[in-house]
């Protein structure tokens, strides 16, 4: 595993981090922006906390293991990638906790997010944070889980936010929300 400085990662702060994307993207999971630690390794939910990987290996999404706390493989991203995943954020921006955006840089986000999902046409969107949800898309009510709208083409899901900051949620749990949004997207059997 990398380890930084809290100076080395503050360097990072800023930085943005390239989405993930492949030929063939059918569920397109959205973070709110990248952290310090994402940014250091070029590599989303890289955090060693972050439980993103281990519930997308426990729903069954991915059949491997993936530490992406040193920055992910070549392979992982093809992995990824050949399962018909991609991964962006709401924020391009890194900052070491998401409660530093703005709510006019989170309904930006919202705005350019809707652009590469014209683009990229994902059948599923699933953005992972409730509360930076409801402020990039004006939904001060909507909770988790499919949404009454879809964004462009795609059926949207407002999942749980797999940060270590997040005490809600285990991986189990997770791993069923994320599980739930690749059954829409046709990423593993109905149930």
Request: hydrophobic share 40%.
């Amino acid at each position: 595993m990398a380890r930084f400085t809290r100076a080395e990662l503050e360097s990072y702060r800023d930085t943005e981090v390239p989405d993930l994307l492949g030929d063939d993207v059918r569920l397109l999971f959205v973070g709110i922006n990248p952290g310090l630690w994402t940014a250091a390794t070029q590599t989303h939910f890289a955090h060693p906390v972050n439980r993103f990987y281990p519930a997308l290996q426990l729903a069954g999404i991915v059949d491997r293991r993936i530490d992406p706390s040193a920055g992910m493989t070549p392979e992982d991203r093809d992995a990824l990638r050949a399962r018909g995943i991609g991964i962006t954020n709401l924020v391009r921006r890194a900052t070491a906790r998401a409660d530093e955006l703005t709510r006019d840089e989170l309904r930006e986000g919202g705005k350019a997010l809707t652009g590469l999902v014209e683009r990229v046409r994902p059948k599923v969107v699933a953005v992972a944070g409730i509360t930076a949800y409801r402020q990039a898309f004006g939904r001060p009510k909507a909770v988790t889980g499919p949404q009454p709208e879809p964004l462009g083409d795609a059926e949207l899901w407002v999942v749980p936010n797999p940060s270590g900051l997040n005490a809600h949620h285990t991986v189990a749990s997770l791993a069923e929300e994320y599980a739930a949004a690749a059954r829409a997207a046709g990423l593993l059997p109905a149930q």
